[in-house]
């Protein structure tokens, strides 16, 4: 309707334009062949309008953050551990040694289940921690953007273990009383990269939704997902992931530009499930005694490094400047025209992304990362703080960071922003944003979660 519009407009105001000149040069504007001129130009203008893609807006965003009772300390740990009465002795060392060694700190999230002696999961407790952390973020972030719940065309959730039926979409469909006409999608069994995968739908579906809202929510379920077996590459998850969500509010609307935080500029999505070892690095799947558990493989970082080359690949002709790719250029003639030993060409990313939001999976990615990209202590600051202050909240992580970026005002107009994922199958996904406008500091603590400590980071992490 709208491009119909627009081509109504057109053809008006180039029959006006020729009435106007018809006063001066009657014999020529009248004649046939100009009558044809200014029609292929109405058509002209009316395909380039309509098939240039349309810009994508990030509004705004909100990370929930859970309530100090449901904190849980390493201390608070090892007691619920141990007082659960499903773990031997050695498998309680042997977490102790891994969550000593996480990066994680005392002030992260558990479901309010976990923290009772013994743990009680349950579905309802399970359909609890997810109603309070999905209409926690998405009531904060209609009342950050001012948007009603109705106004929104397209919902998606992505929540990878926990699939009730009805499903989580239906639940804020009937939470929120939205419209019989609104486009709901609820994504599973993705893993941490959802987040991303979720962006992109929302973008392809913006693009056939002209003038409309997108929202996403990104979370994941701690309830039912707990491991209560003694198998250890089962284990690590239990030490990691902790309670969060996101939910991103996303528009096609020209007219929310000028308030948007940042704009979509590129989204690069690699998934080398083809591989065998790839595809089970990362495996829900039950132990020897019929005990449901995550089991991460040992080669998960070689994998996760691998995917990410992949990744980068595609990515980098995309945002990196000439005088990088110059550089991959010749380093691909003397290794491969001319067989010539040379260093493996790592492009210098910090020339085209000012802020790095790297999934904050656990401190051996992390270090990983930092060490292949050739990145600074301060690139992977967001990343290493959101490890500590809440835990891998999986999907949402990549939010938590940005948010923690904001919180510290240095956020700019012009700023471009990587959020880098990884996940389970196995994916690497890459979102590239652009800032709009220079985020202000009476603006950067407004529903942010880092709102009551972000003055206390970065801090030393052991």
């Known amino acids: 309707m709208a491009d119909f519009k627009l081509l109504l407009l057109i053809l008006i105001l180039l029959s006006l334009f020729e009435l106007d000149l ?73 977490m102790t040694r891994i969550l000593n060694r996480s990066g994680l700190g005392d002030d992260t999230y558990s479901p309010r289940c976990m923290l009772t002696s013994p743990p009680t999961p349950s579905m309802y407790e399970a359909r609890h921690e997810s109603e309070l952390v999905i209409f926690g973020a998405l009531n904060s972030l209609f009342k950050k953007t001012g948007i009603e719940p109705r106004e929104v065309g397209i919902f998606i959730v992505n929540c990878s273990l926990f699939n009730p039926n009805p499903s989580l979409s239906s639940m804020i469909v009937n939470r929120y009383k939205l419209k019989t006409d609104v486009k709901t999608y609820n994504l599973s069994g993705m893993g941490c990269s959802a987040g991303a995968i979720s962006v992109d739908l929302a973008t392809n579906l913006l693009k056939a939704n002209p003038n409309t809202y997108a929202v996403i929510v990104s979370t994941e379920n701690m309830t039912l997902s707990m491991y209560r077996g ?89 945002v990196l400047p000439l005088s990088e790719k110059l550089r991959f250029i010749i380093f691909m003639v003397k290794s491969k025209l001319f067989r010539l030993k040379a260093s493996p060409y790592v492009p210098d990313f910090k020339l085209c992304f000012k802020h790095f939001c790297i999934h904050a999976g656990g401190r051996a990615l992390l270090d990983a990362v930092e060490k292949g990209l050739g990145l600074s202590e301060f690139d992977l600051e967001p990343s290493r703080m959101t490890l500590h202050r809440f835990g891998n909240t999986s999907s949402s992580s990549l939010w938590y960071e940005l948010a923690y970026v904001e919180a510290k005002c240095r956020v700019k107009r012009g700023d471009r922003v990587w959020q880098l994922a990884f996940g389970s199958g196995f994916k690497c996904n890459s979102i590239v944003w652009r800032a709009l406008r220079t985020i202000p500091a009476n603006e950067s603590l407004v529903g942010n979660p880092w709102g009551d400590s972000v003055h206390k980071y970065p801090v030393h992490v052991t």
Request: charged share 20%; aromatic share 12%; hydrophobic share 35%.
């Open 230 to 318: 003694n198998d250890r590459s089962m284990l690590v998850p239990n030490c990691l992931f902790r309670v969060g969500g996101a939910a991103v509010l996303l528009s096609n609307r020209s007219q929310d530009r000028f308030r948007s935080k940042y704009e979509l500029t590129h989204l690069v999505r690699t998934h080398k499930g083809s591989s065998d070892k790839h595809y089970t690095c990362a495996e829900q799947k039950e132990d020897n005694k019929g005990i449901v558990g995550v089991a991460l493989s040992k080669e998960l970082t070689v994998v996760a490094g691998d995917t990410l080359k992949t990744n980068l690949t595609a990515l980098g002709p995309l």
């Open 22 to 94: 018809l006063h001066f040069h009657h014999d020529f504007f009248s004649s046939f062949w100009v009558k044809i001129g200014l029609l292929m130009i109405s058509i002209f203008f009316y395909a380039y309008s309509t098939t240039r893609s349309k810009p994508v807006y990030l509004v705004d965003f909100s990370c929930h953050q859970p309530t100090d009772s449901c904190k849980i300390s390493s201390e608070t740990f090892f007691n619920m551990a141990k007082g659960a009465q499903l773990y031997t002795e050695e498998t309680i060392q042997f």
